[in-house]
């Protein structure tokens, strides 16, 4: 008997299938997520998943070290890329704005921007999803980073 994987377009899907002398039996479909999402808002195109926390430092080699999908021109957004995710035009019950609906990684965590801090050159901005803040913070502290591109 012969086991493979057959991946299926947009490679979100894959079923691993055994080959018997006359039969073809699925044993597992699995789901499986995306590397990036395109917004289509902006054209950009974004790494779906994070690595973790880093430093701002870290962040920077990281990103210059990065391949998805057979692309390697990955950085750091901006503060301006990584705010352009929020709805400015909507509100929580708190007053401040959310993720945009078509956002698919919506978590509350804070993220590196490649934008440092003008008056404090060791600091750069983050954006705190959890509660839309904009902050700078010195470059050794670790926080989220998700990688962007175009």
């Known amino acids: 008997m012969v086991k493979a994987t057959l991946y299926l377009p947009p490679s979100t899907f894959s079923l691993i299938v055994e080959l018997g002398p006359s039969l073809l039996t699925v044993v597992k479909p699995q789901m499986q997520k995306p590397l990036t999402w395109t917004d289509p808002k902006t054209g950009l195109e974004w790494q779906y998943e994070s690595p973790g926390k880093m430093t701002w430092y870290e962040a920077q080699e990281y990103a210059a070290s990065l391949s998805l999908e057979g692309k390697k021109d990955w950085r750091i957004p901006t503060l301006a890329e ?69």
């Not at 990584?82 to 609906?101: F, H």
């Not at 750069?124 to 990688?147: E, T």
């Open 82 to 150: 990584l705010e352009s995710l929020l709805d400015r035009k909507k509100e929580r019950s708190d007053g401040r704005p959310p993720m945009r609906e078509e956002v698919p990684f919506g978590d509350n965590l804070s993220y590196w921007s490649s934008t440092t801090f003008e008056r404090r050159t060791k600091s750069a901005w983050i954006v705190m999803f959890d509660g839309a803040y904009v902050l700078s913070y010195y470059k050794i502290n670790p926080y989220y980073v998700r990688c962007v591109r175009g």
